[in-house]
């Protein structure tokens, strides 16, 4: 079973947060028929975030997406469509999530309206702190509660309480630097979390279990779906009529007008 599995960091440096993703998609390869590929935010033009006109709603296209802008965004979305799993990365940046990845979340709003196409994928969240309690869990929940409300599914790393090096339950939670911090003017602070072992091993794990979890996701909707009656919707993508099967609240009469 051939899967995709995309990596996003939301990091505005290219450093510790693009180099966990990316432990992530080498240990995802290590698998048969993987494909990785690896988007890194701060090589996009973004023009802005979600201007809430609801165009993308009214008007659902795979391929115009987002309506208020044209730029290098929907060329992401696109290509998220594409993913059977997903390798979600960002920094602590003041306790929570930078701009460039809460940017991505909002404009992920033409998903909606296209009937939620990234359903029942596999998600895990890696971030990267200065400190050792420094918000690490704060963005993995923001990653997650983006993935669950667009019915995605979260996947968690192996339990590990370790001596020296970060670690959490809840995804990749790494160190600038360790066993002390490097702080972002010391020479070497962008690869400093490659001294946090501890975090390359659940990167490792991580990496391998949404390939997993892709592939057996993936294998499963093809013989339990719903044309032999075993599952009611399907994976990805719904219609409209599954939406209005699916969500008795949805206001379909919106992409009528």
């Known amino acids: ?19 966990l993703v990316n432990v992530c998609l080498d240990s995802a390869r290590e698998l048969k028929d993987v494909e990785t590929e690896f988007i890194h935010l701060a090589d996009y033009k973004i023009d802005g975030g979600c201007k809430a006109c609801y165009a993308c709603f009214k008007k659902p296209d795979p391929e115009k997406l987002c309506y208020a802008y044209k730029d290098d965004l929907n060329l992401i979305l696109k290509k998220m469509m594409t993913g059977d799993g997903f390798i979600l990365g960002c ?29 029942n994928k596999p998600v895990g969240g890696v971030t990267v702190a200065l400190g050792k309690i ?5 963005v993995l929940f923001e ?26 339950p809840w995804g990749v939670a790494g160190q600038q630097g360790w066993p002390e911090q490097w702080g972002s003017t010391n ?25 997993e979890m892709a592939k057996v996701i993936k294998a499963g909707f093809t013989l339990c779906n719903p044309e032999n009656g ?3 919707w399907p994976v990805g993508r719904l219609s409209l009529e599954d939406i209005k099967d699916y ?8 992409q009528k007008q």
């Not at 079973?1 to 180099?19: A, D, H, L, Q, W």
């Not at 420094?134 to 704060?138: H, K, L, R, T, V």
């Open 1 to 19: 079973m051939r899967v995709k599995i995309i990596g996003i960091s939301g990091s505005p440096r290219k450093g510790n947060t693009n180099i």
């Open 91 to 119: 920094p602590v940046y003041w306790g929570s999530v930078t701009s460039q990845f809460k940017t991505l979340i909002d404009r992920t709003h033409p998903f909606s309206g296209l009937g939620r196409p990234l359903r």
């Open 134 to 138: 420094a918000g690490q869990e704060n």
């Open 143 to 168: 990653i997650m509660k983006f993935a669950m409300f667009m019915d995605m599914i979260p996947i968690g790393t192996k339990v590990s309480w370790p001596r020296e090096g970060m670690s959490c």
């Open 187 to 211: 020479p070497g602070n962008l690869e400093a979390v490659n001294q946090d072992k501890a975090a390359f091993a659940c990167a490792k794990v991580l990496g391998m279990r949404v390939a």
């Open 230 to 232: 075993e599952t009611k």
């Open 247 to 254: 969500d008795a609240h949805y206001d379909y009469r919106m």
